[in-house]
């Protein structure tokens, strides 16, 4: 497979973003252990369900509030004629109200976010963060407009998991029934400061401006589908904790947001090509150069595949002693965690994907997203009552919406690539066999240390985990990589070379 009809710029911008991003998840996946294991173990399942419960409402609420202008602000700043501080400002005035009428939604309905008692104090205060999350994310997005990626990581990956992490141990004694909700409203603020510092060096205060209320609202009114695709996306990846909310008890729902965590670290390889790709994708889109974003998405898609489908073989092969990591009560979500990670893989080349047909097709992306939303829901509740009725225990069926949000994606992704392939008259999909290869090589390396006695299980971890990935990357390397691929490595090879 070759992108040789894609510029060699945009291979290189995408390189280098992948760079700069694989930098940041490593350093993210440094500060979110810390805070898994903390979590785990101070606070137990119980409280840390009723913590993931909460974090679904108010990043539902905050997704909402930005209007699809994560993705939809490098459209706009591609084709305007104003000056791109105008734009970037009026989008925060536009996240700025938005979040006002969710955060006064959720203080006056806390029920959304709570099943059981309202914490008081500082915790109370929990939906004000909407707006800094909403302003956090614009702003990152202005950035990565003009490729500056270093701010999305500092941010991101350095900022937010950190003080998360850290303020989570000293809350523990303060205030051990909301210490979490806490430590999250520190890491939000933390991070939005991170944001914002960088975005007004290169924006600045804009010069003459005035907010156009029209202006505004037809900005607004034409991210719709944006914002309802930014928000079918995220629902199809918390809906499982919701439904589970209501079904289970919030232990249950601790122990399947420990799974969700970790399986969510490999989709974060993707959400963070998202800032690179996206103006990419629209400035090719601009100069009607379709078979370069066919090119584009197909080369993005194997480097998320590849990455994620090896990181999820280190997560599930060794499930159990991942799980117990965190703590003893967590190996109970082993099966899940098996089926999440899997998902991610899965979903990469939906993901990519839709990061062009946004642009293309957006209402029938819409479409597309959220039938199989329904899906995943329906399918979640009968696998769910299924396992029920044959008597199974509730860790068993609480990994029922993880395998439907594994099915659903699959499926999701196979129409999404037909779709985008037929309007770029390319193919899309980044899949090849070689990864197959890789996994069957990794999973017998991994199951001679499964296979270990339980007294060795530390093994797992300490000598397994490497050489899983060592022999997953070696035949990625040798059988899979062609010159275009070693570009997130390096430079471009030379023309003809």
Same mark, same amino acid.
């Given at each position: 497979m070759t992108t040789a009809n894609a510029p060699a710029d945009d291979i290189a911008?995408?390189?280098?973003?992948?760079?700069?991003?694989?930098?940041?998840?490593?350093?993210?996946?440094?500060?979110? &252990?810390?805070?898994?294991?903390?979590?785990? +173990?101070?606070?137990?399942?119980?409280?840390?369900?009723?913590?993931?419960?909460?974090?679904?409402?108010? /990043?539902?609420?905050?997704?909402?509030?930005?209007?699809g202008m994560k993705r939809g602000l490098a459209q706009a700043l591609s084709t305007t004629d104003r000056p791109h501080a105008h734009v970037a400002w009026d989008a925060l005035? &536009?996240?700025?109200?938005?979040? @006002?009428?969710?955060?006064?939604?959720? *203080? =006056?309905?806390?029920?959304?976010?709570? +099943?059981?008692?309202?914490?008081?104090? #500082?915790?109370?205060?929990?939906? !004000?963060?909407?707006?800094?999350?909403?302003?956090?994310?614009?702003?990152?997005a202005a950035l990565a407009y003009r490729h500056n990626l270093r701010a999305t990581v500092t941010a991101r990956a350095v900022i937010e998991p950190w003080t998360i992490s850290i303020a989570s141990v000293p809350l523990w004694y303060v205030d051990p029934a909301s210490g979490l909700e806490i430590a999250y409203m520190l890491s939000m603020l933390a991070a939005v400061v991170a944001s914002l510092i960088p975005f007004l060096r290169s924006y600045g205060i804009p010069v003459g401006w005035k907010p156009r209320l029209a202006t505004i609202a037809g900005l607004a009114w034409q991210n719709v589908p944006l914002a309802g695709a930014d928000a079918i996306e995220w629902a199809t990846r918390n809906v499982d904790r919701f439904i589970l909310g209501q079904l289970f008890p919030p232990a249950i729902v601790g122990i399947y947001y420990m799974a969700q965590q970790i399986a969510s670290l490999p989709g974060r390889l993707k959400t963070s090509f998202d800032p690179i790709l996206g103006p990419v994708i629209t400035q090719r889109l601009a100069a009607g150069d379709r078979a370069a974003v066919a090119a584009q998405v197909r080369q993005v898609g194997f480097w998320i595949m590849a990455a994620q489908g090896g990181l999820a073989l280190m997560g599930s092969i060794p499930g159990k002693?991942?799980?117990?990591?965190?703590?003893?009560?967590?190996?109970?979500?082993?099966?899940?965690?098996?089926?999440?990670?899997?998902? /991610?893989?899965?979903?990469?080349?939906?993901?990519?994907?839709? =990061?062009?047909?946004?642009?293309? !097709? +957006?209402?029938?992306?819409?479409?597309?997203?959220?039938?199989?939303?329904?899906?995943q829901v329906a399918l979640s509740f009968a696998l769910i009552y299924l396992m029920r009725g044959w008597g199974w225990p509730d860790n068993y069926q609480a990994a029922g919406p993880a395998i439907a949000l594994m099915l659903s994606l699959a499926l999701t992704s196979? #129409?999404?690539?037909?779709?985008?392939?037929?309007?770029?008259?390319?193919?899309? =999909?980044?899949?090849?066999?070689?990864?197959?290869?890789?996994?069957? &090589?990794? @999973?017998?390396?991994?199951? &001679?240390?499964?296979?270990?006695?339980?007294?060795?299980?530390?093994?797992?971890?300490?000598?397994?985990?490497?050489? @899983?990935?060592? =022999?997953?990357? *070696?035949? #990625?390397?040798?059988?899979?990589?062609?010159? /275009?691929? +070693?570009?997130? *490595?390096g430079g471009m090879p030379k023309a003809g070379g």
């Open positions: 911008a995408l390189a280098k973003g992948g760079r700069t991003n694989v930098l940041g998840f490593a350093l993210r996946l440094a500060a979110r &252990v810390p805070f898994l294991f903390v979590a785990g +173990r101070l606070y137990g399942a119980d409280t840390v369900g009723k913590f993931a419960l909460a974090v679904v409402a108010v /990043e539902l609420a905050a997704l909402v509030a930005t209007l005035v &536009v996240a700025l109200f938005a979040s @006002i009428i969710a955060s006064l939604l959720l *203080f =006056s309905f806390p029920q959304i976010m709570y +099943r059981g008692a309202v914490p008081v104090g #500082i915790a109370f205060w929990m939906p !004000a963060i909407i707006v800094a999350i909403a302003w956090s994310d614009i702003s990152l002693a991942v799980m117990g990591t965190i703590g003893p009560q967590f190996v109970y979500g082993t099966a899940a965690l098996a089926f999440l990670l899997t998902a /991610e893989v899965l979903a990469a080349t939906a993901s990519t994907c839709e =990061s062009a047909l946004v642009y293309v !097709a +957006r209402h029938w992306n819409l479409l597309i997203s959220g039938v199989m939303l329904g899906v196979l #129409i999404k690539a037909w779709l985008l392939g037929r309007l770029l008259g390319a193919s899309v =999909s980044g899949w090849r066999w070689q990864l197959a290869v890789a996994a069957g &090589v990794a @999973i017998a390396v991994g199951s &001679v240390f499964t296979a270990l006695p339980q007294r060795l299980e530390w093994a797992e971890l300490v000598f397994g985990l490497p050489a @899983i990935a060592a =022999s997953y990357l *070696f035949v #990625i390397w040798r059988l899979a990589f062609g010159l /275009e691929d +070693r570009a997130l *490595f």
